[in-house]
């Protein structure tokens, strides 16, 4: 803390005098590419190649998004009463860099090593206009948020494979290493308001400053995140002598340990009244890029700097996995496969945090799991099998979902709070069925079911003591939960049933699935409905695509089309209804032409049906949402077109 009054003018002045928003025309995206590969080697002896890519993108989107939120539904008006409307004019800049390199050396006729690089750096710029009413306040708003992120990752392996003995016996081996780094180095939110009655008259907007410490009016926030992860595995496979047995047998052994550790750390602050008898209140009207002036930031008639940041906006967290499995496949007359097995983990999760009155937070959870699954198939004919599949897996908490750290995001006016305190894992019995069919080895046509049953699920929970409009969510395991569905799969050429003329180049590609989820949230669903679908889980997801291929012309296009059924976005409360993220059809295009012996054109449309993205509450909560159901976000991001040139060389 800073008690002397000029060393915090001092530390205020000190930060940059960002708050203003700015206009420019942003010029086309701009992506390039580039790729080299080699082979190299004595032949007989050791060979190597390699694969490298670098790309670069820098690439702008903006739109508009609107945002409502309403009281208690009325059922004799049968409507609810808006307590905001919000414009959001969102304007987005993202570069990216992304670098490849792997390498690989085969040593003989029995050992392939292989190192494995990936590299992004990510820069996301981010500036949010909000404009609208607040009826609930009375006031016109005009908001902003200024929003830079830098996100860092690198994955490398080390990977091993070798032949033994007579080649019945092979082994695998695996050292990685990763590292993610998130900086958010300054955001920054304001609110300027005025009478909702002023809106037609010049009266400006007045600058609204918080009486303390804010994340949300003149504030500034940072956060860091490092997490970097180290892993060893171990595999060994050991086949059949001969492949002319009635019974083959293969035995499946290995072993993997890994290492996660992250820290985390996040301040906050904002501009508040330095003396509320003395303050100059014409500082209110000032334009945002002169208000906080460094002869504005003073201790009597300006503003001072105060911090909010509180215990629970750090934490540190690890993560260490030990795993070994064993496992064996029979092959009986080269019509029946059965492979099972079992995996054994033992888990322990650790995070150290504090609460927001600064009570220590330990978190020590040490778990040991046994995983069986068995998979059975049994061919029909030498193209077509049916297969059946039982499995035991485990859903551990994210760090995000143990840490007490409560954030807030202003597009969403949602805040978002770790739970500590009774967060477990979660366990799931997955059962599957599934008729496949083959024309060629590259074609498939399947029918499945699948059942998963959940016990103690993560989900997310509605706090009830939000205000504002504010939604604050929690996570916390449900009671159980499952999910039940059927699937076709179709992936075929039509040159089998038009083997001439343009017909014979096309492909088409369908995948269904029809769901059905539900959760119990268990005696913890306070002002929830106890029973209610999985949160994020549509009740169908359909992709289809038709491609087209010619390698004599060197000519290609595609399209290809998704639509999924609409899913639980936010879980209501008392007074609070359901919202569902509603349905939306997509449609991709792209055509590749080459040209000559080093030339290719490649253009692409992305969602040009340019469907809204649309939240809509079920405000009756009757279970079905209709056009009177009150919207709560939506938007439109705008179709995308690209055109690209590849030379090769």
Same mark, same amino acid.
């Given at each position: 803390s800073v008690a002397n009054p000029d060393q915090l003018a001092a530390l205020g002045r000190a930060l940059p005098n960002n708050w203003a928003a700015s206009e420019h025309t942003a010029a086309p995206d701009q992506r390039i590419g580039f790729m080299v590969d080699r082979r190299f080697g004595k032949e007989g002896g050791a060979t190597f190649g390699t694969i490298n890519t670098v790309d670069y993108s820098n690439t702008a989107l903006s739109y508009d998004a609107r945002t409502w939120n309403y009281n208690a539904y009325d059922t004799e008006a049968r409507r609810s009463d808006t307590i905001y409307a919000y414009s959001d004019n969102e304007n987005i800049r993202t570069a990216r860099v992304s670098v490849l390199s792997n390498w690989t050396a085969l040593l003989g006729t029995r050992t392939k090593l292989e190192f494995r690089n990936l590299f992004n750096q990510i820069g996301e710029n981010r500036t949010t206009v909000r404009t609208g009413q607040n009826m609930e306040e009375g006031f016109d708003v005009r908001n902003y948020a200024f929003r830079w992120q830098q996100r860092t990752i690198y994955s490398g392996q080390l990977h091993g494979a070798h032949d033994l003995g007579e080649k019945t016996d092979h082994l695998e081996w695996t050292l990685g290493w990763s590292k993610a780094l998130s900086k958010e180095p300054d955001l920054r939110r304001l609110r300027t308001t005025r009478n909702i009655d002023q809106a037609d008259s010049d009266e400006p907007y007045q600058l609204v400053v918080p009486p303390s410490a804010s994340t949300l009016d003149a504030a500034r926030f940072c956060s860091y995140l490092n997490e970097g992860m180290a892993t060893g595995r171990v595999d060994f496979e050991h086949g059949p002598a001969?492949?002319?047995?009635?019974?083959?047998?293969?035995?499946?052994?290995?072993?993997?340990?890994?290492?996660?550790?992250?820290?985390?750390?996040?301040?906050?602050?904002?501009?508040?009244?330095?003396?509320? %008898?003395?303050?100059?209140?014409?500082?209110?009207?000032?334009?945002?890029?002169?208000?906080?002036?460094?002869?504005?930031?003073?201790?009597?008639?300006?503003?001072?700097?105060?911090?909010?940041?509180?215990?629970?906006?750090?934490?540190?967290?690890?993560?260490?996995?030990?795993?070994?499995?064993?496992?064996?496949?029979?092959?009986?007359?080269?019509?029946?496969?059965?492979?099972? =097995?079992?995996?054994?983990?033992?888990?322990?999760?650790?995070?150290?945090?504090?609460?927001?009155? =600064?009570?220590?937070?330990?978190?020590?959870?040490?778990?040991?799991?046994?995983?069986?699954?068995?998979?059975?198939?049994?061919g029909i004919t030498e193209r077509s099998q049916v297969r059946v599949a039982a499995s035991r897996t485990v859903n551990r908490p994210e760090f995000r979902e143990l840490a007490p750290f409560s954030y807030y995001d202003f597009s969403t006016n949602t805040t978002l709070k770790g739970n500590a305190d009774s967060l477990v894992s979660a366990s799931i019995t997955n059962l599957d069925a599934r008729w496949e069919h083959y024309p060629s080895a590259s074609e498939v046509i399947s029918v499945g079911a699948f059942y998963k049953r959940f016990t103690d699920p993560i989900e997310m929970f509605y706090v009830s003591s939000a205000g504002g409009g504010t939604r604050n969510f929690t996570f916390a395991n449900a009671a159980s939960a499952y999910s039940m569905g059927i699937e076709v799969e179709?992936?075929?050429?039509?040159?089998?049933?038009?083997?001439?003329?343009?017909?014979?180049?096309?492909?088409?590609?369908?995948?269904?699935?029809?769901?059905?989820?539900?959760?119990?949230?268990?005696? =913890?669903?306070?002002?929830?409905?106890?029973?209610?679908?999985?949160?994020? #889980?549509?009740?169908?997801?359909?992709?289809?695509?038709?491609?087209? %291929?010619?390698?004599?012309?060197?000519? #290609?296009?595609?399209?290809?089309?998704?639509?999924?059924?609409?899913?639980?976005? %936010?879980?209501?409360?008392?007074?609070?209804?359901?919202?569902?993220?509603?349905?939306? #059809?997509?449609?991709?295009?792209?055509?590749?032409?080459?040209? =000559?012996?080093?030339?290719?054109?490649?253009?692409?449309?992305?969602?040009?049906?340019?469907?809204?993205?649309?939240?809509?509450?079920?405000?009756?909560?009757?279970?079905?949402?209709?056009?009177?159901?009150?919207?709560? #976000?939506?938007?439109?991001?705008?179709?995308?077109?690209?055109? %690209?040139?590849?030379?090769?060389?």
């Open positions: 001969a492949n002319d047995r009635r019974v083959e047998t293969t035995i499946r052994v290995g072993a993997l340990a890994e290492r996660k550790d992250r820290t985390f750390a996040a301040r906050w602050m904002s501009f508040t009244r330095a003396n509320i %008898a003395s303050f100059d209140q014409t500082l209110l009207h000032a334009p945002l890029g002169r208000v906080f002036n460094d002869a504005n930031i003073n201790p009597t008639t300006g503003f001072e700097l105060e911090e909010g940041t509180n215990p629970s906006d750090r934490y540190t967290a690890a993560n260490t996995l030990l795993a070994a499995y064993a496992g064996a496949t029979l092959v009986i007359d080269k019509v029946i496969t059965v492979s099972g =097995g079992a995996r054994v983990e033992h888990n322990v999760q650790e995070l150290s945090s504090a609460s927001y009155s =600064g009570g220590r937070v330990e978190v020590s959870q040490s778990v040991t799991s046994v995983l069986p699954s068995v998979n059975a198939s049994y179709a992936r075929r050429s039509l040159n089998a049933l038009f083997p001439k003329g343009h017909l014979s180049h096309l492909g088409v590609l369908l995948n269904a699935t029809l769901i059905r989820s539900a959760v119990d949230l268990g005696a =913890g669903a306070v002002g929830q409905e106890r029973d209610r679908p999985m949160m994020g #889980q549509s009740p169908y997801v359909v992709n289809g695509g038709l491609y087209y %291929a010619d390698p004599e012309h060197k000519l #290609q296009y595609s399209a290809l089309y998704n639509v999924a059924g609409r899913r639980l976005f %936010a879980a209501g409360t008392f007074g609070t209804p359901d919202i569902y993220e509603m349905p939306r #059809q997509t449609l991709d295009l792209s055509v590749s032409k080459g040209l =000559g012996d080093h030339f290719e054109v490649k253009l692409g449309a992305q969602d040009v049906l340019d469907q809204e993205v649309l939240l809509q509450q079920d405000s009756d909560g009757d279970g079905r949402i209709e056009p009177t159901d009150e919207r709560i #976000q939506s938007h439109r991001r705008g179709a995308y077109f690209s055109a %690209a040139l590849a030379y090769s060389f």
